[in-house]
Nanobody, 113 residues
Framework: QVRLVESGGGLVQAGGSLRISCAGS?????????MAWYRQAPGKERELVAR???????DYADSVKGRFTISRDISKKTLYLQMNSLKPEDSAVYYC??????WGQGTQVTVSS
């Protein structure tokens, strides 16, 4: 099975930074597989924020390009999302996704203006 546990969310002022993490575990989990971060704000659909492919290439939603960075630590089996220059519109529950199949429980990020 695969288990994903997000952490690191919280309240931050606009312009600030936050790093959220997603620790993966389980017999069928591999940190070098395709993983992604999504977010969902109240009343909105869940949207892709960033993804990292098996080979390490990445891509980002236009709204976060240049501000967010997705990365992973293979030894810790952990996926990260470094978020800089945060804006109030970045406020959402952020979810980790594994291979398009498995979701974490989410972590709340709130950016105050």
């Amino acid at each position: 099975q695969v288990r994903l546990v997000e952490s690191g969310g919280g309240l931050v002022q606009a312009g600030g930074s936050l790093r959220i993490s997603c620790a993966g575990s389980g017999n069928h989990f591999s940190i070098v597989d395709h993983m992604a971060w999504y977010r969902q704000a109240p009343g909105k659909e869940r949207e892709l924020v960033a993804r990292i492919y098996g080979g390490g290439s990445t891509d980002y939603a236009d709204s976060v390009k240049g501000r967010f960075t997705i990365s992973r630590d293979i030894s810790k089996k952990t996926l990260y999302l470094q978020m800089n220059s945060l804006k109030p519109e970045d406020s959402a529950v952020y979810y980790c996704n594994y291979r398009g199949l498995k979701w974490g429980q989410g972590t709340q990020v709130t950016v105050s203006s």
